[in-house]
């Protein structure tokens, strides 16, 4: 049985060094095969990269960047906003990807088209602007060095009307920060991976879309009946109140409680002051709203407003766990209203949170040790929990002055520059590791080592499970679970849709292939999904071993091995190096891959058209 | 009908359920911008996130500008004549709040008609802040926010059969008002 709708099948491809733009049909094999979301992202950037014989320079105009919403995108089921951005990261220089909420893709899909990619350069700042059946590309100098918020009031007051999404970068982007991101929604950001700095490489300063068209959903009343249990599930559960209430902020108290709260650049896993900058205390002081992504009940994101002090008048969408971990405890900040500073600075720059507070954590780290010496921080002193020399700091890395301009390459510059910095900065690929420490959780550093984008907790996360029930998991079970987290989370990536009520709130994964079928026309069950999303794991690892990645690059943070957490229940306690290397083996030996890492020779045939 | 469809912006958390299920309803189609109620979202001067519905006025500028006479206010809600109307989209533009829509695709202008006295939105909203209000109760939100805006708020925490309990009084004397 094929697709009978669920799909516009376009693809529209617009070059901005001709200033071109096309809508090409899209196959049903590819559809079929592919899905949606990082699934077309990952076989257009495999395509693009064959068609460059696998020389492709991620800041160089032929790198294809990709927009992908998938079949599910802005369909009526819980938190149906996702976007996922694809391209060949700058941070790592491998395949990368970042997924988006909020409503960018649903407005993207009512243009009538099922992807959008991007290549080539233009002469001058230019935007892109789809207006339902119409592209241009519009060029916009005056856009130069505007804040993310900034440009999007300019944008839409520029085209005369406030109905339409932007996807915009700033300074960040602009000065091709490896780990700049895309920002929509005014505080929405496709963080990881650094696709800001693509854009910024393209002299592309926002994608601007403005769609109307109906969402082709094939049985409207069996999605709506679906959708209904699915809802009716979510808003019985006992914690969906406090989900509402708190969003992922509540993870930091978790966090803290279990010892896997990142501390002082990693260097402990539990932050004394935690009552300071936890869900309770923005409830109590800080928050002014909710805020849900497109279509979802659950509304985890949080906006937050100092209401005094010096930072009096910060309004940020945010923080959500990782922002908040990152530039707090991380940094040994514990003012909560410097925490809302600094990422509203990081969603001005357009800059990912998680790498920004790693980066600074490792800069403050390494000045303590000896290993930066002032001279290199250009005589400004930077200490632990100094919140004026870090949000300085932050500046500078966004526009690239002085220390900042080495900080803005990311790790890999970093410990270029200053290789003892290899013991101090948390990176796996390349991209700096999020906000959970691994060190008490063999499985979470095996997701982190074999994640395709490098150190991030989206492909698996399992860190919990192992640590509440997993003591006495065998070796077999933690491979089998880090192994169908990377199956099932990124489907929900290809199919364009959150996968928190899923792992928050436990809504069967099953509700999925129905929710596929009533779009889609087309019945699968889960394990076929499963399956084309194993397949395309399979792809993103081609496109990485092609690109020089073994077993080598399969590895974890010196800390990891070395440094304990210095308190905490987890004290004292690290990866054994062997144990990892037996468990790397097995999980290697289950995705049927050799002992080097490399998917076996007639793997590449799968992906051919 | 003596109730009013009423938003409550500051429980709204923007994520536009209620544009899906009045598509839906209305036109069996998965579209939000065929809805006769949006979400508008401003940040971050001011803050705010505000479905714009119909009020269903009484005196309504969309009944008085229509020169063909399809819009007429009838037991509490203002129904479209379906033949009369010419799709001029006068109303439209005359709507004060602009709670009426217009989509290329469709033949008439999209305004709520309460889905019959049970509208969709109300009932799908997670977070409650759609409401159906008796008009004589309407402000009354307001009225009691006003109140605790207005005086100066305190607290104390006591424990009643065992369970903590917080009760709040205005204390005047101490403040300047």
């Known amino acids: 049985m094929s697709v009978k709708s669920g799909y516009f099948k376009k693809h529209l491809h617009v070059d901005l060094t001709k200033g071109s733009a096309e809508r090409r049909d899209l196959p049903d094999t590819f559809i079929e095969k592919y899905i949606g979301g990082r699934g077309f992202g990952a076989k257009l950037v495999w395509d693009n990269l064959r068609k460059h014989d696998f020389n492709v320079d991620p800041l160089g105009p032929e790198n294809l960047m990709v927009v992908a919403p ?117 505080g929405r950001n496709a963080g990881r991976t650094g696709i800001g700095a693509i854009m910024g490489s393209k002299n592309l300063k926002a994608i601007v879309v403005r769609g109307h068209k109906d969402i082709p959903v094939y049985d409207v009343p069996g999605l709506v009946a679906e959708t209904e249990k699915a809802c009716k599930y979510l808003e019985e559960h006992k914690y969906f109140n406090m989900w509402q209430r708190e969003g992922l902020m509540n993870v930091i108290e978790y966090a803290n409680e ?212 997993g003591q006495g998991w065998s070796d077999d079970e933690k491979v089998n679970t880090v192994i169908y987290h990377q199956k099932l989370r990124p489907l929900f990536d290809m199919l364009g849709v959150c996968r928190l009520p899923w792992i928050e709130l436990g809504l069967s994964e099953r509700h999925y292939e129905n929710f596929y079928k009533y779009v889609t026309g087309k019945e699968a069950s889960l394990e076929q999904l499963l399956e084309l999303s194993n397949d395309v794991y399979d792809l993103t690892r081609l496109i990485n071993v092609r690109l020089g990645v073994s077993r080598k690059d399969d590895s974890l943070p010196y800390k990891v091995w070395a440094n304990p957490p210095l308190t905490g229940p987890n004290a004292g306690r690290v990866i054994d190096k062997e144990d990892f290397q037996n468990l790397l083996s097995l999980y290697y030996q289950k995705r049927g891959w050799d002992e080097d890492g490399i998917p076996p020779a007639g793997v590449e045939k799968k992906f051919e058209d | 009908m003596s109730k009013k469809l009423t938003a409550i912006p500051e429980l709204c958390s923007g994520c536009s359920i209620c544009e899906l299920v009045c598509a839906i309803k209305h036109f069996g189609v998965n579209n939000p911008k065929k809805s006769a109620i949006r979400v508008l979202i401003t940040y971050p001067h001011p803050v705010m996130r505000m479905p714009i519905v119909c009020s269903q006025c009484k005196v309504a500028p969309c009944v008085k500008i229509c020169p063909t006479d399809a819009l007429r206010w009838n037991d509490g809600v203002v129904q479209l004549d379906e033949e009369k109307c010419t799709s001029c989209y006068k109303c439209v533009e005359a709507c004060p709040f602009g709670a009426i829509y217009a989509h290329e695709d469709c033949d008439l202008p999209i305004k709520c008609d309460m889905c019959g006295g049970d509208p969709e939105c109300v009932k799908k909203c997670p977070k409650g802040a759609l409401r159906l209000i008796p008009v004589a109760a309407l402000g009354e939100f307001k009225r009691l926010n006003n109140i605790l805006s207005y005086t100066q708020m305190k607290e104390i925490e006591f424990y009643e059969k065992g369970e903590k309990k917080i009760i709040h009084y205005a204390d005047i004397g101490k403040e300047e008002l």
């Open chain 1, 70 to 186: 998938g079949p599910l995108t802005g369909v009526y089921l819980p938190s149906s906003g996702k976007n996922s951005f694809v391209a060949i990261s700058p941070a790592t220089g491998l395949y990368g990807d970042s997924s988006i909420g909020g409503s960018f893709g649903v407005e993207l899909r009512q243009t009538g088209v099922d992807v959008l990619s991007i290549t080539g350069r233009a002469p001058e700042l230019s935007i892109i602007f789809i207006d339902n059946n119409k592209t241009t590309i519009i060029l916009m100098p005056e856009l130069k060095g505007k804040s993310c918020l900034e440009a999007e009031g300019i944008i839409k007051e520029r085209l005369g009307t406030h109905a339409v999404h932007i996807a915009v970068i700033g300074a960040a982007g602009e000065n091709m920060v490896r780990f700049a991101c895309v920002n929509t929604d005014w």
């Open chain 1, 258 to 469: 279990k010892g896997i709260l990142p501390a002082y650049n990693f260097k402990d896993s539990v932050f004394a002051r935690h009552d300071q900058i936890n869900g309770a205390m923005m409830l109590d002081h800080y928050k002014i709203g909710d805020s849900a992504c497109f279509s979802c009940p659950m509304c985890c994101s949080n906006i937050c407003l100092v209401k005094m002090g010096k930072y009096s008048g910060t309004v940020v969408e945010g923080p959500e766990y990782e922002s908040c971990a990152m530039l707090g405890p991380n940094l040994g900040i514990d003012n909560f209203a410097a925490i809302l500073s600094a990422n509203r600075l990081c969603d001005e720059f357009g800059m990912d949170t998680i790498s920004t507070g790693n980066i600074v954590g490792a800069v403050i780290e390494g000045y303590e040790r000896g290993i930066l010496s002032l001279s290199d921080l250009d005589g400004r002193e930077i200490t632990w929990g100094d919140e004026e020399a870090i949000l300085d700091l932050i500046q500078r890395i966004a526009n690239r002055q002085g220390i900042g301009d080495v900080l803005a390459d990311g790790a890999r510059r970093i410990i270029d520059k200053w290789p003892e910095m290899d013991k101090i900065v948390l990176q796996v690929k390349g991209l700096e590791q999020s906000a959970y420490d691994s060190r008490p959780s063999i499985s979470m550093g095996l997701a982190y080592a074999t994640s395709d984008i490098g150190a991030h907790h989206t492909r698996a996360w399992t860190i919990a499970r192992e640590i509440e029930e």
